[in-house]
């Protein structure tokens, strides 16, 4: 029977290639996890998710993975691994591992298989399909891979074209077939057996696509996506996993949902359907993007709107709560000016208006100092993605202009540059100099300065981090919104049997007064607030100053 631990869990995310290097290659791997486990205990976290460490040529680091059973050598060794999950264990906290079964790498030996001969055994593992005139000169249909372009690639050998939704070095699966399936129920069990305590499952909700695989609608973007998102079947096969893989342990599961809406979230999480345990769905990050890629200034009336539709969902369903990820940008670059004066207040009070919600909180590495993103000539981006965009837009001059900008500030690469350890050679990253460009602000923000000074961010997510954990109200208790539709201001109630917090976070930089909120009259008490002095707020109803954010608590 589940324990439902991870409703009072908080998470942190590792992207282990630019966590912590132990051995001095540049490449952070899981002896360099190993030696920050104290810290991450420090910080008071509960669980971890780890990005892939698995097999793979690293087309989309990690993500493409040719050994579902091995960890990739530039990582460690199992031994290493198993290290790593004692330690873990041993400090109180879970691991939950990436598990990236909707496409394989198209180095692993199924595909290497497949594509031998359309009598393979392994043909079938895959989504192969003839093209569409029969000469092999069109594509069986128009979708678009996620990262542009076709999302067939055609093989001479059988000529015959196969599925990739990203790159064409990770083939999509084909989960019609119950080879397949099992395949994935035995990857599962064999990292539960060795003591895992759940998976994020990559793109889950691509699993299944329609039958007879249809042209798209015209969508520039995403083609085709309304014929692979949460199709029925999807059903079917989670509750396969479930069943056979992740019930039998004390499991916690949670789906990446890229497309999906609230009605299809409540289908795959609702308890007594037996599927998934949460989703990762993007509408909140999607809120400031017009047509899914160009960033937009906040609009925040749209954004509360969002976050409580959420926050509604019913009872047995939960949520997940995150603002960053290795595909997002950084929080502080992206809702605020983290160049201005309160860069400090800015990135506690998005710690406050997110982790004190209901469902489970994820942090993502560097996001508790308030790492920011980084500027980047095109040629010095190394995602897979932004690569592909750069390559695609190079021939339109406009669009290769707009691209660049809009890269800045939503590229993958924002949030995959080395963590800053300290102020020292390649911010402690490593020895030696580390893959991938560190930030240059390393000097000013990094861990080590941080640990030392009470007013820190750092010191700050330790405070609030324990704070949720401890609190049965922010795990339990009901959401209510307060002024849905002020502009600058996002307020809410978290009630539990006759108690409430209310907090209170100004999303801008300009001072606001909400005259119509007494707080003494409540018999409100302050319990926590990102500035060090708060004396004056109280008179003539609340001022708020620049990102100020409160946490009120009323007994009554
Ligand atoms: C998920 C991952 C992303 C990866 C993609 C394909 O969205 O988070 O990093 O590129 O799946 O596996
Ligand atoms: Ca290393």
């Given at each position: ?147 542009g ?136 990050s999607l809120?400031d993007m017009k047509f899914n890629a160009i960033p937009v200034k906040l ?24 603002y960053e990820n290795h595909d997002q940008p950084r929080s502080i670059s992206r809702y605020g000016n983290e160049f201005g004066?309160?860069r ?22 560097g996001?508790?100092?308030g790492m920011s993103n980084i500027s980047l000539n095109p040629d010095e981006y190394a995602d897979i993605m932004t690569k592909r965009i750069f390559q695609i837009t190079k021939?339109f001059p406009p669009l290769y202009w707009l691209a660049k900008k809009v890269m800045k500030k939503v590229a993958r690469d924002n949030a995959r540059t ?18 991938f460009k560190l930030n240059p602000n390393?000097?000013?923000i ?111």
């Amino acid at each position: 029977m589940k324990s439902r631990w991870y409703k009072d869990a908080v998470f942190y995310q590792i992207y282990p290639r630019s966590f912590k290097d132990s051995n001095g290659d540049g490449i952070g791997d899981i002896r360099g996890i190993i030696e920050k486990i104290d810290y991450l205990k420090g910080l008071g976290i509960n669980a971890v998710w780890l990005s892939p460490v698995y097999m793979s040529p690293n087309d989309d680091n990690g993500y493409d993975i040719s050994n579902y059973r091995d960890i990739n050598p530039e990582f460690g060794t199992l031994e290493d691994w198993k290290e790593m999950i004692d330690k873990m264990h041993q400090n109180g906290i879970r691991l939950v591992m990436d598990l990236v079964v909707n496409h394989s790498s198209d180095e692993h030996q199924w595909f290497l298989e497949s594509k031998k001969s359309k009598d393979n055994p392994y043909r079938n593992y895959y989504i192969w399909r003839p093209g569409k005139n029969n000469d092999g000169k069109k594509p069986p249909n128009n979708w678009t891979s996620r990262f542009g372009g076709s999302a067939w690639k055609y093989d001479q050998n059988t000529n015959e074209w196969y599925l990739h939704l990203f790159s064409e070095k990770q083939p999509d699966l084909n989960w019609e077939n119950p080879a397949v399936r099992q395949e994935v129920v035995d990857i599962c069990n064999y990292w539960l057996d060795l003591g895992v305590d759940g998976f994020r499952c990559d793109v889950i909700t691509y699993i299944s696509k329609a039958n007879g695989l249809p042209d798209g609608k015209y969508n520039p973007i995403l083609r085709g996506d309304e014929h692979f998102v949460a199709k029925p079947k999807i059903h079917e096969y989670l509750n396969q996993l479930n069943r056979e893989s992740w019930s039998k342990y004390d499991t916690m599961i949670v789906g990446e949902a890229a497309g999906l809406t609230r009605k299809d979230a409540e289908l795959l999480v609702s308890e007594s359907r037996n599927e998934m345990d949460s989703v990762i769905e993007f509408e909140l990050s999607l809120v400031d993007m017009k047509f899914n890629a160009i960033p937009v200034k906040l609009n925040l009336k749209k954004f509360k709107k969002i976050q409580s539709a959420w926050q509604n969902i019913p009872d047995d369903c939960w949520n997940t709560l995150f603002y960053e990820n290795h595909d997002q940008p950084r929080s502080i670059s992206r809702y605020g000016n983290e160049f201005g004066p309160f860069r400090k207040e800015l990135a506690k009070m998005l710690a406050i208006s997110y982790i004190t919600l209901k469902g489970t909180p994820y942090i993502y590495q560097g996001q508790e100092i308030g790492m920011s993103n980084i500027s980047l000539n095109p040629d010095e981006y190394a995602d897979i993605m932004t690569k592909r965009i750069f390559q695609i837009t190079k021939k339109f001059p406009p669009l290769y202009w707009l691209a660049k900008k809009v890269m800045k500030k939503v590229a993958r690469d924002n949030a995959r540059t080395p963590m800053q350890w300290s102020d020292g050679a390649n911010a402690d990253f490593s020895t030696s100099t580390p893959w991938f460009k560190l930030n240059p602000n390393y000097g000013d923000i990094n861990v080590q300065a941080q640990l030392n000074n009470p007013n820190s961010i750092l010191n700050f997510y330790k405070k609030i981090i324990d704070f949720r954990i401890n609190n049965e109200i922010l795990i339990k208790g009901s959401y209510k919104e307060y002024f849905p539709n002020h502009k600058r201001v996002y307020a809410f109630e978290r009630a539990y049997e006759g108690k409430r917090f209310i907090i209170i976070c100004n999303f801008k930089s300009d001072v606001v007064n909400l005259n119509c909120i007494d707080m003494n009259a409540m018999g409100a008490k302050l319990v926590l607030s990102n500035y060090a002095n708060t004396a004056e707020t109280f008179k003539n109803g609340m001022t708020l100053r620049a990102y100020e954010a409160f946490i009120y608590y009323i007994e009554s």
